[in-house]
């Protein structure tokens, strides 16, 4: 808990990089490979709603979606059957010595959603100000 007794943005991200790094693992030891690093491109939260000190947060983070490069997830924050926040990242995979398609962990070449979309055009948005 954060010193205004609820809690603090940070850990809403160490609970996605828990999430997301359990897939992985999973992914790759269902598939043989051996297991890859992951690297964040974006991240983005919606606070809905304050996690007060006790209750008890529930985290569901599923694959959005991929494209040529990077891989989605989307990740739903409960405290019982309240939506509390909402997040998503897009990062791309690597063994130590280089990139890695999504390819290697799903079967199709591209799986886009209207949110990913989205996303990406007002990420293009924002960076396109510099």
Same mark, same amino acid.
């Not at 990089?17 to 983005?44: A, D, R, Y």
């Not at 709603?49 to 209750?55: A, I, N, P, S």
């Not at 989307?74 to 909402?86: D, G, K, P």
């Given at each position: /808990?954060?010193?205004?007794?609820?809690?603090? #943005?940070?850990?809403? &991200?160490?609970?996605?990089? %828990?999430?997301?790094? $359990?897939? *992985?693992? +999973?992914?790759?030891?269902?598939?043989?490979?051996?297991?890859?690093?992951? *690297?964040?491109?974006?991240?983005?939260? =919606?606070?809905?709603?304050?996690?007060?000190?006790? +209750?008890? &947060?529930?985290?569901?983070?599923?694959?959005?979606?991929?494209? $040529?490069?990077?891989?989605? @997830?989307?990740?739903? @924050? !409960?405290? #019982?059957?309240? %939506?509390?926040?909402?997040?998503?990242?897009? !990062? /791309? %995979?690597?063994?130590?010595?280089?990139?890695?398609?999504?390819?290697? %962990? =799903?079967?199709?070449?591209?799986?886009?959603?209207? =949110? *990913?979309?989205?996303?990406?055009?007002?990420?293009?948005?924002?960076?396109?100000?510099?």
């Amino acid at each position: /808990m954060g010193w205004r007794d609820h809690l603090p #943005n940070y850990r809403y &991200l160490s609970f996605i990089e %828990l999430n997301i790094t $359990k897939w *992985i693992v +999973e992914c790759c030891h269902h598939k043989g490979i051996p297991n890859l690093f992951w *690297i964040i491109s974006m991240q983005e939260m =919606v606070y809905l709603k304050e996690v007060r000190f006790l +209750e008890k &947060l529930t985290v569901k983070s599923q694959l959005e979606g991929w494209d $040529k490069k990077y891989l989605y @997830f989307q990740h739903h @924050f !409960f405290v #019982n059957n309240s %939506l509390m926040a909402i997040g998503m990242t897009k !990062f /791309m %995979l690597k063994t130590k010595k280089e990139l890695k398609l999504p390819q290697i %962990l =799903v079967n199709e070449d591209s799986h886009p959603s209207a =949110v *990913i979309d989205t996303w990406n055009a007002h990420q293009t948005a924002i960076k396109s100000q510099n």
